[in-house]
C-alpha cells in the first residue's frame, strides 16, 4: 500500500476555483499513472481525471472536462487538481488514487473535503 | 457512454455467501475490478481482473465474469463484510474509467 496524502479542500462559492494537492512519493509519481476519483456525500464512486506517467496524457470525465486540470510536479512529488467554475454539484470528498496497468486503482488517499456553498 | 448496473442492496446472515452482481453491455470482454469501502473508509481493492485477489484479501472472497454480468461472491460471510462494493471497468472506446453505482452489503 502506498501512502497518498490529499490536502486543499475546503468550502468554496460557487463559481470559484480551488486546487488540491496529493502527496505521492516520488518513484511513484514518476512511474505510474495517477487518478482523482470522489464522491459526493451519502453517493457513490465517480472518477474524475487520471494524468500518464509522463504527463503527456490526461482524460476526463464529462462531467468536469473544461473546468478541471489534473496535472504534476515530479520535483515537489505532488499530484494537483485545479478545479474552476465550481458549482454545488461539485461537493464531494476527492481522493487521488494510483493507477495499476491503465486499469484500476491500487492505493487510494484518504481523501480531501470540498464543499461549495454560499 | 459505458454503463454499469449493480443492485443497491444485498442483505446475509453471517456464515452465508453474498453475490454481488454488476451488469455491462458485453462485460465479458472487460476487465472487472470490485473495491470494498467501510464507512469513514477509502476504497480497498478486493478483486482485480474479474477474479484475482490482491495481496492480504481472504479465499472466501471470489469473481467471476461471463457474458453481461460480473459476479463478486463473499462465501462464510462475516459481520466485518459489511460494507459498499463497487465495480469498476476501463472503458478503451474514450479511456474512461466507469464505476457501478454500488451495493451495500448488510450483515443480519
Known amino acids: 500500500q502506498v501512502q497518498l496524502v490529499e490536502s486543499g479542500g475546503g468550502v468554496v462559492q460557487p463559481g470559484r476555483s480551488l486546487r488540491l494537492s496529493c502527496a505521492v512519493p516520488?518513484?511513484?509519481?514518476?512511474?505510474?499513472?495517477m487518478h482523482w476519483v470522489r464522491q459526493a456525500p451519502g453517493k457513490g464512486l465517480e472518477w474524475v481525471a487520471v494524468?500518464?506517467?509522463?504527463?503527456?496524457?490526461?482524460f476526463y470525465a464529462d462531467t468536469v472536462k473544461g473546468r478541471f486540470t489534473i496535472s504534476k510536479d515530479n520535483s515537489n512529488n505532488t499530484l494537483y487538481l485545479q478545479m474552476s467554475s465550481l458549482s454545488a454539484e461539485d461537493t464531494a470528498l476527492y481522493y487521488c488514487a494510483k493507477d495499476h496497468e491503465i486499469q484500476l486503482m491500487d492505493s487510494w488517499g484518504q481523501g480531501t473535503l470540498v464543499t461549495v456553498s454560499s | 457512454s459505458y454503463v454499469l448496473t449493480q443492485p443497491p442492496s444485498v442483505s446475509v446472515a453471517p456464515g452465508n455467501t453474498a453475490k454481488i452482481s454488476c451488469g455491462g453491455n458485453?462485460?465479458?470482454?472487460?476487465?472487472v475490478h470490485w473495491y470494498q469501502q467501510k464507512p469513514g473508509q477509502a476504497p480497498v481493492l478486493v478483486i482485480s481482473y474479474d477474479s484475482d485477489r490482491p495481496s492480504g484479501i481472504p479465499e472466501r472472497v471470489s469473481g467471476s465474469n461471463s457474458g453481461n454480468t460480473a459476479t463478486l461472491t463473499i462465501s462464510r460471510v462475516e459481520a466485518g463484510d459489511e460494507a459498499d462494493y463497487y465495480c469498476?471497468?476501463?472503458?478503451?472506446?474514450?479511456?474512461?474509467?466507469?464505476f457501478g453505482p454500488g451495493t451495500k452489503v448488510t450483515v443480519l
Open positions: 494524468i500518464s506517467f509522463d504527463g503527456n496524457s490526461k
Open positions: 469498476q471497468v476501463w472503458d478503451s472506446s474514450n479511456d474512461h474509467y466507469v
Open positions: 458485453n462485460i465479458q470482454s472487460k476487465s
Open positions: 516520488g518513484p511513484i509519481l514518476r512511474n505510474y499513472a
